[in-house]
């Protein structure tokens, strides 16, 4: 009786996943580069914890800075409406070093790199996962370096690098999982 | 019946002991097997659920930056346990990492299997895989195990069940074998005077009384 109980119920899950990925298959179209950068932005919040003092109170919400010119445009629109550790995902444009404040994660644009050094040092002493796609951001103790590598077929993916030592500096505790991804760690 | 019916008192004592005592324990031992076989089956899908939930768990991330090659080295972890011959995830429904990689595709199913698990030459079980925050399901771990060690067990269980049935029986049929004396000898005795009474013609005879049952009563 429990076995053919759990037979339907498995049935019924089956069905109702079916639909679920058929619904999920239809909207989905292969993703743009921005639109995988986006998506790496969330999970990276994903798989980190932030000290409690991170955030302005229990009901604050996940900030998402972005600094300098905005790469993403309505790419970043995938990981709209989204939750992180239970907090609403906010996304907050900064054109200059001055305005950044009251985030959690910043993603330095290209047109910030030859600033860097300045930014990281005005971040140091604050648990703000720092993400860049710029050469030498790990160097310059950026937390995460997106790497953009081709592929065999033409095609091309993201990866990313891990200045482990910066994070753990700024009391964010990065999930070994996330490490493990990695294409590369810098530990000291 | 009739053999069964000419056989001394004696025999007749010691075969229905001995047939009501083996019909007990095989049926207890069949009973024992069916358990058995029942919890063993049952232990190897509750294990492979602990095995495919912990590698799922520790796929959650590949899955996520949806890196394939990484959840392959976490499933090829699980080539150390001998009874796993497949181990498979499946991301937005189709497959996406394999382990052995030497598998050919017809070998595994194309799209994802729906959660749950079912006994076919193998064992087969589906998990989901899930968000670490949002419990979400995010994929699914597929994982197939040979059955060949849980028949072995099985096989082994009947050899020591059958074993212990037959030493049982043995046990049975030497302790029935003074037990049945308390009823069988008054009447043996009984038996033993009337043939006296008849061979010799002696009245005089009279049998010995052991106890105060329905033998006893006749004497």
Known sequence: MRIARRQFLGHLLAAALAVALAWELSAQTPLSP??????????????????????????????????????????????????????????KYFSTLEEVSGCQLLFIALSETN???????????????????????????????????????GTQSVAFEVNLAAAQKANLKLDAQLLKLARNVLRT | MNLFQNLSIKRKMTAITMLTCGVGLALLCVALMVLAAITFRGNLVSELTMLADVT??????????????????????LGSDQRLVAAAIYREGKLWAQFPGS?????????????????????????????????????????????????????????????????????????????????????????????????????????????????????
């Open chain 1, 34 to 91: 921005y639109q995988h950068k986006a998506l790496y932005l969330f999970n990276f919040a994903k798989y980190t914890e932030w000290p409690k003092d991170a955030f302005a109170g229990d009901d604050a919400p996940f900030v998402l800075g972005i600094l300098g010119k905005d790469p993403f445009g309505k790419d970043l629109e995938v990981i709209k409406g989204k939750t992180v550790r239970g907090r609403k995902l906010e996304v």
């Open chain 2, 56 to 77: 799922g768990r520790n796929c959650a991330a590949a899955v996520d930056f949806n890196q394939p090659d990484d959840a392959v080295k976490t499933l090829a972890n």
């Open chain 1, 115 to 153: 600033n860097l050094a300045q930014i990281l040092k005005a971040l140091e002493n604050t648990s703000v996962l720092t993400i860049a796609e710029a050469d030498g951001f790990l160097q310059a103790s950026g937390m995460i370096n997106l790497v953009t590598e081709k592929k065999t077929a």
């Open chain 2, 103 to 219: 598998l050919t595709a017809s070998a595994l199913p194309a799209e994802s299997p729906g959660i749950g698990h079912r006994y076919d030459r193998a064992l087969e079980l589906a998990r989901p895989i899930l968000d670490p925050l949002s419990h979400k399901q995010t994929g699914t771990i597929f994982l197939r195990a040979s059955l060949d060690q849980l028949h072995t067990k099985l096989r082994q269980f009947v050899g020591i069940a059958v074993m212990l049935l037959l030493l049982a029986v043995a046990v049975a049929w030497l302790v029935s074998a003074r037990l049945q004396r308390v009823i069988s000898e008054p009447v043996l005795k009984l038996a033993d005077t009337a043939r006296v009474v008849s061979e010799k013609k002696d009245y005089g005879v009279r049998a010995q009384k052991l106890g105060n049952d329905e033998v006893g009563a006749l004497i």
